[in-house]
């Protein structure tokens, strides 16, 4: 009897908690519903299913999904990228190493294609792929007189880790192999400033490429990596594996729990990842290169230049280098628009929320001295910019009316929301510029 009542209670306690499981199941599928809805603005079950992995939800700015270095040093531009597939329906790394549908030079191939060369890093790079999927500079640029029934061609001559004066050399590199051009828009100012203070403070000549992109390709010929560089490589490598294999999962989930959950999992493998390349750099940079023993040869200073010196010439560096390229494109009548991007390290009146916060800044980055210094500088060179008759943008303010969070990293690039103020931004820019030659002309 005694034993009945035992089993008795057993069976009510395994009743209950299946009870309890079952609710905790489906209160737990129910804020997934939410929490879905929220993110896609679209319900689970109904979603439209993702074709590709950037449709994920996931922030994989900066992974790189296939290789380890898909930097490889290029005679003329410093480095590429690899060529190679992308992720991205419809592009690639094409045969020049920059992201886009076409190999270049593009040969026009109807009367009515307007060509628009967009120059710079990473930034300019993210505002050509989005440009090319969301089609606003296209839709702003139909308003000017005569560009209505134009076919809008977006070439992305733009790299991560690219900066001044690499824009100047490519532009005039592509022109000379008969690259047509009908508008170039140049977005850059991040990249001088802080990734040329890494140059300085490894005593590498400012208007040299990148050192955060050079020396890892440097080292890795000269067989001079670290332990610990290495190791961080092996964890990158291994962890990209397993994002993959999360990604892959994320695809087939058939329960909105099922996609919260994984969906967490692997954006803490994505923050893992940055986490191990910063650490690469760490080591990297601690790395003395014997220039004697070098195979490549890297112009370097004799000292670390003090600030005030260091980011003065940065900013003659960006602003000299936009002259000539405004001079190179006025000489055949193409509209050469340079615009200073936004950055958080910049203070405007913009006010952030908590979380914004935690995702836009980061307390041990290398970058922010170097733009609550460098922008100043590069705003300083305005006036001679404008005087040398160059549609300059200053974008630095363009997000201070929105309190939605734009930022995707603690470095420089923009979600989707921050892409759409930005594009707005410069499109209409560039029609209230394009507008205002139209009218001096009619004068």
């Known amino acids: 009897m005694k034993d009945l009542k035992l089993i008795n209670k057993g069976q009510e306690i395994l009743k209950i908690t299946l009870i309890n499981l079952a609710l905790l199941l489906v209160f737990l599928e129910l804020g997934s519903l939410g929490w879905y809805f929220v993110k896609h603005k679209q319900f689970f079950y109904t979603r439209e299913k993702a074709q590709d992995k950037s449709a994920l939800g996931i922030n994989l700015e900066g992974v790189r999904l296939n290789q380890s270095i898909v930097e490889r040093f290029h005679p003329f531009f410093g480095f590429i990228q690899k060529p190679s597939a992308d992720f991205r329906p419809g592009f690639k790394v094409n045969n020049y190493g920059f992201i ?46 005569g560009l209505q029934d134009k076919e809008f061609i977006i070439l992305s001559f733009a790299t991560g880790g690219y900066k001044q004066p690499q824009q100047l050399l490519i532009l005039n590199y592509f022109l000379a192999l008969g690259q047509e051009l009908d508008l170039v828009v140049n977005i850059d100012g991040f990249n001088e400033v802080a990734l040329s203070n890494l140059n300085n403070k490894n005593q590498i000549n400012l208007a040299m490429p990148s050192i955060q992109h050079i020396s890892p390709l440097t080292s890795l010929a000269n067989n001079s990596l670290s332990t610990k560089a290495l190791q961080a490589t092996i964890r990158i490598k291994e962890n990209k594996t397993k994002i993959n294999e999360g990604l892959e999962s994320l695809q087939h989930c058939s329960l909105a729990a099922c996609d919260a959950l994984t969906s967490v999992y692997v954006q803490n493998l994505v923050n893992n990842y940055r986490r191990d390349v910063i650490a690469f750099e760490k080591e990297r940079s601690k790395t003395q290169q014997d220039d004697e023993g070098s195979v490549m040869y890297i112009n370097k200073n ?20 936009s002259i000539f390229m405004h001079k190179v494109l006025s000489a055949s009548n ?45 705003l300083g060179k305005f006036p001679n910019l404008q005087k040398n008759k160059i549609n300059i943008l200053n974008g630095v303010k363009v997000f201070d009316k929105t309190k939605d969070v734009v930022y995707v990293d603690s470095c420089c690039h923009y979600n989707k929301t921050g892409e759409v103020i930005f594009s707005n931004y410069v499109g209409s820019s560039i029609v209230e510029a394009l507008r205002k030659d139209e009218r001096k002309k009619k004068k």
Do not use: C
């Open 100 to 145: 886009s549908p076409y190999d270049y030079p593009f040969k026009k191939f109807k009367k009515n294609q307007f060509v628009i060369g967009i120059f710079g890093g990473s930034v300019a790079s993210d505002f050509s792929i989005f440009q090319i999927q969301n089609k606003i500079l296209p839709q702003y640029l139909k308003q000017v007189p």
């Open 302 to 321: 004799k000292s670390v230049l003090e600030d005030g010196a260091a980011f003065e010439q940065m900013a003659w560096n960006w602003a000299k280098s």
């Open 334 to 378: 193409v509209p050469y628009f340079h615009v200073l991007q936004p950055n958080q390290y910049y203070q405007t009146k913009r006010v952030f929320s908590d979380a914004e916060k935690r995702i836009a800044f980061n307390k041990d980055t290398p970058y922010a001295k170097a733009v609550e210094i460098g922008y100043p500088a590069l």
